[in-house]
């Protein structure tokens, strides 16, 4: 059995940190509602949030229980906080200033893993080097050539897990034993209930974000009826998202890891919070976007831009959920698949109708998902049923 690793408070700390990243990109996409404000923010998001599974990954492996790491950690979270500041200027004024943060933050955790992998850390920290020198390059670029840069750094970093897997799985370094067991066997030798707990604390952190936007949305509006009916359907919609993960999954997603063999979880781990994480967290940027363009005009038309984010916000974050639970074999939910479907259909009655009625629409759409799949946790009917075993 494994031995109980928590998620300490410096990575919460962390976690709070890497999120104002979030907080930013939700900022850029409500100011620019368009598909080349939506391709800038996809791109800034999977290029941060691949480093941060990657101190995820770190503090499974490297805990931050000594000085000189925890230091090291600090560091890294200083250099999330430049790159977070440069994100609504990533492709214009601040693109250097972002790129020199990100490369800041992969030489801190290329140091720090050091420490569990020794050389073998070089298969991934020279990719990741090379995807924050691309980053930073496209700083002193503008229109295509920085787009081009910023694509050729998400291929470096989709590459790199492959790439990763086959050098542990040949052999072809100089020292063959040593190269499979630092970059396949402890790669993958994880703790279970770490890896699920730090992406849960994440993802409620995120969740957070959604609860902001309502209060950035009415700003200095006067408190009324309306206004109160908004928030309270957006923080429905949000307790809905919730509850599929936190009730539904999380507890299975733990059993899943936990009797999945070390050397597979590298692989596991990659698929279903990094792969299938991206559109959910990036789905409640989305969604945040859309409220808080929305909460101030309820009795309003919305314009296209609002009612895809809201809809499409929601959305994405089922489409990422799906993957989650295939990725995981953790069964079909039809309900989500079709409140996926009815949330995208909901656009219309933005546009057409009003920001309420969209608000109501997709508050009906997720808490009847969630009341047609049943509110109890699947993990704690379980453990019911083997104390009734045990009681007879």
């Known amino acids: 059995m494994e031995t109980e690793h928590r998620v300490s408070t410096l990575e919460l700390f962390f976690d709070l940190v890497f999120v104002f990243t979030i907080t930013q990109l939700t900022v850029l996409l409500a100011d620019d509602l368009t ?62 200033a972002f790129g020199l943060g990100y490369l800041l933050v992969v030489l801190v955790h290329g140091t720090l893993f050091t420490q569990a992998h020794g050389r073998g850390v070089l298969w991934f920290a020279l990719p990741n080097v090379l995807c924050a020198l691309a980053v930073t390059a496209a700083g002193f670029f503008d229109g295509l050539p920085a787009w081009g840069l910023w694509l050729l750094a998400l291929l ?41 707990e730090r992406h849960g604390l994440l993802l409620i952190i995120v969740f957070g974000e959604s609860v902001i936007a309502i209060g950035i949305g009415v700003g200095s509006l006067p408190l009324s009826a309306g206004i109160a009916g908004g928030a309270f359907l957006a923080l429905a919609i949000a307790s809905a998202m919730w509850w599929m993960y936190f009730v539904r999954d999380e507890g299975r997603a733990e059993e899943v890891f936990a009797r999945t063999p070390p050397d597979r979880r590298f692989k596991l781990a990659m698929a279903a919070y990094y792969y299938a994480f ?47 639970r295939a990725v995981l074999g953790l069964g079909a939910a039809p309900y989500r698949a079709a409140a996926l479907v009815l949330a995208l259909a909901t656009v219309p009655v933005g546009t057409g109708w009003t920001g309420a009625g ?7 759409v997720l808490v009847g998902a969630v009341a047609a799949e049943g509110g109890r946790s699947p993990a704690a009917a379980r453990v019911t049923a083997a104390e009734g075993v045990t009681g007879s």
């Not at 409640?284 to 809809?311: R, S």
């Open 35 to 96: 598909l080349r404000g939506a391709g800038q923010v996809v791109l800034i998001f999977t290029v941060l949030f691949w480093m941060y599974g990657g101190y995820a990954h770190l503090t499974n492996q490297v805990p931050p229980d000594r000085p000189v790491r925890r230091v090291l950690l600090m560091l890294a979270m200083g250099a999330f906080m430049v790159c977070a500041l440069a994100v609504p200027t990533a492709f214009g004024a601040g693109g250097v």
């Open 278 to 324: 991206l559109p959910v967290l990036l789905g409640i940027a989305v969604f945040a976007a859309g409220v808080k363009k929305t909460i101030g005009h309820l009795g309003e038309h919305l314009h296209t831009g609002p009612a895809v984010a809201l809809a499409g916000g929601v959305a994405l974050y089922l489409a990422g959920n799906l993957v989650f």
């Open 156 to 196: 470096l970093q989709f590459v790199t897990p492959v790439v990763v897997q086959r050098v542990a799985a040949s052999g072809a370094p100089a020292e063959p034993e040593r190269a499979e067991q630092t970059v396949g066997d402890q790669l993958g030798g994880m703790n279970a209930a770490h890896l699920v």
């Open 358 to 364: 969209q608000l109501v629409a997709l508050a009906v």
